[in-house]
């Protein structure tokens, strides 16, 4: 039996989150090649966004273009979303578990009724049902879900973090412009604001290499050491939820649960202990450096390299070692 996928694109600038691709290869591994992966675009008119998701893997891209989209609104995105689903009737709608999957995947399933499957590390098809794997309790345990697959399930994926085995293919996608009128809907939420980070402001999400300093820096003038690191390395310095309620750090550079996830392909993390809600930011990092003094800290069961010793003795050395490679002492 060949089903049907439809996936929510979340995208920023003209261009989907790198997520997308993801979300496709996943969406394809679980409908094979007898079944279809198509896209819901919702954007703003001329936005771009189409041209960067050809060749990636989809059937079709479903597309509705609005000046209403220009800005993000969650609301509107979720009653599209929804309306789409009606008309399209997919066996299976995918969000990425961004803020955006966070907002809209609930939405949908609550006002159409249909199961929800959130946050899952893997999603298959058993006989007639679907199942899903996520991480429950802070992480700490994997459960298995089963749903019966007999009408449309509604899904958001973990980010895997991995990158995509798949060549750019050539092959044209088609574009088709669904007839649903944004303007048409009832919509309580007006966005009266969105805020940019200000020029120069750092953003840790999509920084290469970030160094985080957890409650183990002891003193607001150690930061200097870790960002004295994050500098050689051509970095940016993060931190763990403790120095933002000491105001030590701003809540933008928070990593975690309640701040931010972050995707780095280096994260070296200086006097943070490892709680889950730490960890739920740096899944996706590609390497994790730890410094701790404490062998035991849960840090050191993810990372990948990890030093036991003060931070306040290692980094400073590790910045020298980073300057002499660099061939720079500043
Ligand atoms: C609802 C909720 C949401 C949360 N969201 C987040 C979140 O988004 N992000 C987040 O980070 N936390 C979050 N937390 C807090 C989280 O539970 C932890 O309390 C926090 O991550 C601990 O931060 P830490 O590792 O810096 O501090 P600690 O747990 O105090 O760890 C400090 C570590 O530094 C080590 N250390 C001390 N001195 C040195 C030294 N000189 N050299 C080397 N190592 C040293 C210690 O051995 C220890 O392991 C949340 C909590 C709740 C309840």
Redesign the pocket.
């Known amino acids: 039996m060949s089903r049907d996928v439809l996936l929510l694109v979340d995208h920023r600038d003209g261009a989907p989150e790198p997520v997308t691709q993801q979300l496709v290869d996943q969406a394809r591994g679980l409908v094979g090649e007898a079944g279809s992966v198509s896209a819901l675009l919702l954007c703003g008119e001329g936005s771009g966004v189409a041209t960067h998701l050809q060749g990636i893997g989809l059937d079709a891209i479903q597309c509705i273009e609005s000046a209403l989209l220009d800005v993000y609104n969650p609301e509107l995105t979720a009653r599209l979303a929804a309306e789409a689903i009606r008309r399209l009737e997919p066996d299976l709608f995918l969000c990425a578990h961004t803020f955006q999957g966070m907002e809209v995947a609930p939405w949908v399933a609550a006002s159409l009724q249909l199961p929800l499957l959130p946050n899952c590390l893997e999603l298959r098809p058993e006989g007639d049902e679907l199942v899903a794997e996520r991480l429950v309790h802070g992480q700490a345990w994997q459960a298995s879900l089963r749903c019966s697959w007999n009408g449309t399930i509604v899904a958001s994926m973990a980010r895997s973090g991995g990158s995509s085995t798949r060549e750019a293919g050539d092959e044209e996608t088609r574009i088709e412009h669904l007839d649903i009128d944004p303007g048409s809907l009832a919509v309580h939420t007006t966005v009266t604001e969105s805020i940019r980070p200000v020029e120069g402001q750092v953003d840790i999400s999509r920084a290469e290499v970030v160094v985080g300093a ?3 820096v ?1 003193d607001q003038s150690n930061l200097a050491v870790v960002e004295g690191l994050a500098k050689a390395l051509g970095g940016v310095v993060a931190c ?4 933002v309620d000491l105001e030590w750090m701003p809540y933008e550079q ?6 931010k996830t972050i995707r780095p392909r280096v994260y070296i993390a ?9 960890l ?2 740096i899944t996706d990092a590609g390497l994790i450096i730890a ?4 062998a035991n ?1 849960p ?1 050191f069961r993810v990372a990948h390299y990890g030093v036991v ?4 003795q290692v980094v400073p050395e590790l910045e020298a070692q980073a300057r002499r490679r660099r061939g720079s002492d500043h």
């Open positions: 957890g409650r183990g002891r763990s939820r403790p120095l928070q990593v975690g649960a309640s701040g200086c006097g943070i202990s490892g709680a889950a809600q730490h739920a930011g410094i701790n003094q404490d800290a840090i010793a003060d931070l306040l």
